[in-house]
């Protein structure tokens, strides 16, 4: 992907809003693709940006491939790049260690093996400029494989929202703790993600971030391009999906989300995974999982159709197998 010609703020240019904003970037075991990450952030160092690599406890050359890039940088851009190293965490933990290394207003979250676009510095920080009293921006994203397309900027389209859900009703795309950007009082008084959590780590986030304020989504142009062809095997991601279910059951029941919007936003991902988990062979642990609090949750969304076709899986596999697999498999939750 070629960069556009960048041109530095003197002295004279009005301090870029993107001077207030940290890059977060958690890095495990991505030293094939951290260089194309970091590259493409370019215009964001050149805007004032910040950017904070944190190794999570990498066991290949991640970090020494940081340190080369930042060792290429002009003198004024190295500066504005700090590497951070930390024992394996998590990827929750390895993004509150970046937050913490940070003093800027603004917090970016970046994922090490994505792509920003070369109008993306550009756009969020027309966007955060804008922002008023907002207190997280959302970016759009597009899937690829291999090369980049050569994707065309499109007009900058963006909406407000008054908290989490709404925005994300209205948001056509994939949104992750990669793609979005948070302000750094909001972040510490949520208490920033959980550490140890291999999955759901981001949405629980989100789900406590409705309420806090308004949200504000960019639609257009497309902001990261976010890699396909580095997808983990099949029962590693479904069991991350497993752990991230477990976990909303339990902070629900906690009482942790208090947006009256989280709960039928669990029912509409229990009803879709649950399915897909019995689908793809691991019955057992949607079952567990409707045992832990996925039943109750679901009837009190009224999505009882779901939970008869849950409970009558295993049965319906045998009449109907192409619209109904189904296997038992291991169980991927305790």
């Known amino acids: 992907m070629q960069s556009q010609p960048l041109r530095p703020f003197t002295d004279n240019t009005p301090e870029p809003a993107l001077a207030r904003a940290s890059i977060v970037i958690p890095v495990y075991n991505r030293e094939r693709m951290l ?65 913490a290394s940070s003093t800027r207003d603004w917090i970016v979250f970046v994922d090490s093996d994505d792509l920003w676009l070369p109008w993306s510095a550009e756009t969020l920080g027309d966007t955060l400029a804008a922002a008023g009293d907002a207190v997280a921006v959302f970016f759009s994203t597009r899937g690829f494989s291999g090369t980049v ?23 056509n795309g994939l949104i992750g703790s990669g793609y979005f950007a948070i302000r750094r009082a909001t972040f510490d008084r949520l208490g920033g993600f959980l550490p140890k959590i291999l999955g759901g780590e981001d949405t629980d986030l989100f789900y406590r971030l409705d309420g806090q304020g308004k949200v504000v989504a960019i639609h257009e142009p497309v902001m990261v391009a976010a890699r396909e062809d580095n997808a ?88 109907r197998p192409a619209n109904y697999k189904f296997g038992w498999g291991p169980r991927l939750v305790s």
């Open 35 to 99: 260089a194309d990450c970091l590259n493409s952030l370019q215009p964001a160092l050149m805007a004032g940006a910040e950017v904070i690599v944190v190794d999570d406890g990498s066991t290949d050359g991640s970090r020494e491939a940081a340190a080369r890039f930042r060792d290429g940088l002009a003198p004024n851009l190295a500066a504005r790049m700090q590497l951070v190293a930390q024992e394996n965490g998590g990827p929750g933990a390895a993004r509150n260690t970046g937050v």
């Open 149 to 171: 397309p050569g994707w065309i900027r499109t007009a900058p389209r963006t909406s407000s929202h008054p908290g989490f859900f709404p925005m994300r009703d209205q948001m």
């Open 232 to 319: 983990d095997s099949l029962t590693k991601s479904m069991k991350a999906v497993a752990q991230g279910l477990a976990l909303l059951l339990k902070r629900q029941r906690a009482g942790s989300y208090p947006s009256p919007a989280a709960r039928p936003a669990l029912a509409d991902a229990l009803q879709f995974w649950l399915r897909s988990l019995c689908n793809e062979g691991y019955g057992r642990t949607a079952f567990t999982l409707l045992a832990q609090g996925g039943l109750g949750v679901l009837l009190a969304e009224g999505r009882y159709s779901a939970v008869a076709k849950l409970l009558l899986h295993p049965a319906l596999s045998l009449i």
